[in-house]
């Protein structure tokens, strides 16, 4: 628990005086001569990366996260007793907007986060092809593996309930397995000769509830402690996997936030094929019936088993349904722009 007397060495170097502490776990909010303030401590491993991104980010000139408060001399974390401390102002975070405009705001923020941040970095050949051949004999083991335990399901004569739910859901699992594949081919194939990858700082915990709103309905991300360099993707994928998990349904609303997101940020042609083959790849399903599959028939819970698979189904359908619909609209651009093209000629 953080009191005022464990924090006064870590906001004397601010020149802070605290008045009051409320703790509510990983941050304090404190009542200061400066001010209500929300401190934070994280561990020292992920202070360092924390750090620098957040002074590359400030350096390029992008201000939409929480801000963090220098010290007298310019660090923007404190060491104290094995673990950095960081202050930022405290946002009141009473947004009135609707669930919707509140996604819309967060992937155009993102779009910027990862535009200002964008750089080329160098790959070889050799890498971007060892990479390739791993994920397609992975993925070819698997698809063995569904073909092969759909073979030995219909050969029992009495089914259990988790073989019969997965007989039912085989032909979804197999077909986005050969979706991916295919739009992991085309990636390769456009990209086999290309000698640099685009990399950006990633937010690494993308939420709703780590992007808060000022008293103007502004927005800033907090909770960078995860950011790194890496893919784009690898800040959308999470989340989507997280939303779409859940009860069948459109997600209209998600293609749209989507859609937000590439109208603020350039996706290339094969990142996009990149992002359309790992979303739609049913990793959770085939992990669910794998588990089954080596788990002793003594240590099985049917029950849990089959739930599992019905949800990790649903996620594979929502995630279908919003896939086709990407899919769809890069069909559509595609056209528009050959025709645009042969009218010009």
């Not at 350096?59 to 007298?72: A, C, F, K, L, S």
């Not at 994928?237 to 940020?265: A, G, I, M, N």
Request: aromatic share 14%; with cysteine; hydrophobic share 35%.
């Amino acid at each position: 628990m953080q009191t005022i007397e464990h924090l006064k060495p870590v906001l004397q170097p601010y020149g802070v005086e605290p008045f009051f502490v409320e703790d509510t776990g990983k941050v304090s909010k404190v009542y200061s001569n400066k001010g209500t303030l929300a401190v934070k401590h994280i561990s020292a491993q992920t202070g360092v990366d924390f750090v620098r991104n957040i002074q590359t980010l400030f350096q390029r000139g992008y201000n939409r996260i929480v801000p963090i408060y220098p010290t007298m001399d310019g660090r923007y974390a404190v060491w104290h007793e094995g673990e950095l401390y960081y202050v930022m102002p405290w946002l009141n975070n009473q947004d009135k907007e609707d669930r919707f405009e509140r996604h819309q705001k967060l992937f155009r923020e993102l779009a910027r986060l990862h535009t200002i941040s964008s750089q080329d970095v160098k790959i070889n050949k050799e890498e971007r092809e060892s990479h390739y051949e791993q994920l397609t004999s992975r993925w070819e083991k698997e698809q063995q593996f569904l073909d092969e335990y759909v073979e030995e399901c219909e050969k029992t004569t009495y089914m259990s309930p988790f073989q019969y739910h997965f007989c039912m859901y085989y032909k979804d699992a197999s077909q986005a397995l050969k979706f991916s594949r295919n739009k992991l081919d085309e990636w390769y194939e456009s990209t086999k000769d290309l000698e640099k990858v685009r990399t950006v700082i990633i937010h690494g915990k993308l939420s709703t509830e780590h992007f808060l709103y000022d008293d103007r309905g502004m927005g800033y991300f907090n909770n960078f402690e995860g950011s790194k360099t890496a893919s784009p993707f690898h800040d959308l994928l999470p989340f989507l996997s997280r939303t779409l998990k859940t009860y069948p349904k459109y997600f209209d609303e998600c293609v749209e936030w989507l859609e937000t997101y590439f109208q603020h940020f350039t996706a290339r042609a094969e990142e996009k094929l990149l992002f359309m083959c790992y979303l739609a790849y049913p990793s959770s399903l085939i992990a669910m019936a794998e588990k089954y599959f080596h788990t002793p028939k003594a240590k099985r819970n049917e029950r849990k088993a089959v739930r599992k698979l019905q949800r990790h189904y649903w996620l594979l359908k929502n995630t279908e349904y919003v896939v086709m619909r990407l899919d769809e609209i890069e069909r559509k651009k595609k056209e528009e722009a050959e025709a645009a093209a042969e009218a010009e000629t």
